[in-house]
Each structure stands twice: as C-alpha cells, then as structure tokens.
C-alpha cells in the first residue's frame, strides 16, 4: 500500500480482554517495528521484524505481550489479560533498511476500562 | 541505556516569531533524525542527519547535527500555525536498527 495501515484506529476493551492489533507496512518494507506512545511520553519500542523473523523483542513489557508477522508483511501485536497500564497509542512503522527512516502508520489508541 | 533529552518540553509562541528546539545525549549517535507529530497521527520523518556540524534546511526549518554527534537542534523561522506538533528526535547507531526516541518538544503558535 501507499503506507502504513494500522487497524482499529480505536479499541476500548474490558480489563482482562484480549486484543489484537494490527499492521498493514509498505509494500516491500522488510523491517517492521512496534512502539507505544502513553499520554505526554515519548515512544517507547516493543518489537522489531526483520522479514518474518523477530531479532528483538526486548521491549515487550511482559509475557502478555506478543507478536508476529506473516509473509514478510502484515504483523499484529496481541496483548493478553489487558490490564488499565496497557492504554496507550500503539504505532507500528517499516522501513526499506534497518537504518532507514520510518514510516509510521497512524496508530492504534487503546483504552482499557 | 541511551537517551535523548528533548528541551522544552512545552512552547507557545505567537506566529512570526523565531524558536529552537535542543536534542541531547551524552551517547553518540551515527545518525539522528526529527519528526514531526500532530494530534491522531503517527510521526513524519522531516530530516536525516549523519555529518558531525551537518546543517540542513527545509523552508523555514533547519536542522544542525552538533559536531560530536550527540546533540541537535531545530530552529523554526517565522513560525506559523501549521507548525503546530509534537517534535521528536530519534537517534541511531551504525551496525543496530532501533532508534532512540527523545522526550518530545510540544510546540503551539497561536495565530
């Protein structure tokens, strides 16, 4: 696509829900990276992809957190049992190169109550 | 852990006057970049800059690399409304893929 899709744009779930969030990168964008963006915080990383490979998942909060990435293109990231803390923007961006710049898409805003 | 410290954290300013924006490290870093976000979007890549004492211009934006590449700045000249965001930069390391995103710099001009 022309750019990065990421789908809800908005998700207000239950505290304990499951939910899934998903990322639509450029065509042929082989790096694919998860941040999250809480109220009047920066960006903080989740994951990154490399191809359909995840060399880094450090910044994964905890074990409710996963992610995965299919074809070499479309991710989603799951959180498990969401707890009120997980609220936040979730942005996924890709890039052509490791080093390249990003491109983000326009985020997903979860709320949980 | 590498950091970026964005200052300041909040601006407002009235249309037409001049601003900076800082962005510090003690790390260095083999490139930094600046985005600009607005309110229900992801961030924009405005400039990538690599050179030690780099400077680059986009209109009435311009971007300098400090010399020691642990610093950068943006200056806005003549600000008008539409530079209204959240400023963020990012740097990297050569040889690793994950930027370091600063603390963000929130800029409003009022008309």
């Known amino acids: 696509g022309a750019g990065v899709s990421q789908s809800p744009s908005n998700k207000v779930t239950e505290k304990g829900k499951d939910v899934e969030l998903r990322c639509d990168p450029i065509?042929?964008?082989?790096?694919l990276y998860w941040y999250r963006q809480s109220l009047g915080q920066g960006l903080e990383f989740l994951i990154y992809?490399?191809?359909?490979?995840?060399?880094?998942k450090s910044g994964l909060p905890s074990d409710r957190f996963s992610a995965e990435r299919t074809g070499g293109s479309v991710s989603t990231l799951t959180i498990q049992r969401t707890q009120q803390e997980d609220s936040a923007v979730y942005l996924c961006?890709?890039?052509?190169?490791?080093?390249?710049?990003?491109?983000f898409g326009s985020g997903t805003r979860l709320t949980v109550v | 852990t590498q950091l970026l410290e964005q200052s300041p954290q909040f601006l407002s300013i009235q249309e037409g006057e001049n601003l900076t924006v800082y962005c510090n490290s003690s790390?260095?870093?083999?490139?930094l970049q600046w985005y600009r976000q607005e309110p229900g979007e992801g961030p924009v890549l405005l400039v990538t800059?690599?050179?030690?004492?780099e400077v680059k211009k986009l209109k009435r934006l311009t971007f300098q690399f400090g010399d020691a590449r642990k610093d950068s700045s943006l200056h806005i000249t003549a600000a008008q409304p539409g530079d209204t965001g959240l400023y963020l930069c990012?740097?990297?390391?050569?040889?690793?893929?994950?930027?370091?995103f600063g603390t963000g710099t929130r800029l409003k001009v009022l008309a």
């Open positions: 990012a740097g990297v390391n050569s040889g690793t893929y994950k930027y370091i």
């Open positions: 992809f490399q191809g359909n490979s995840a060399p880094d």
């Open positions: 961006a890709s890039s052509l190169e490791t080093a390249g710049g990003y491109t």
């Open positions: 790390s260095v870093f083999s490139s």
């Open positions: 065509s042929g964008h082989t790096a």
């Open positions: 800059v690599v050179t030690g004492g």
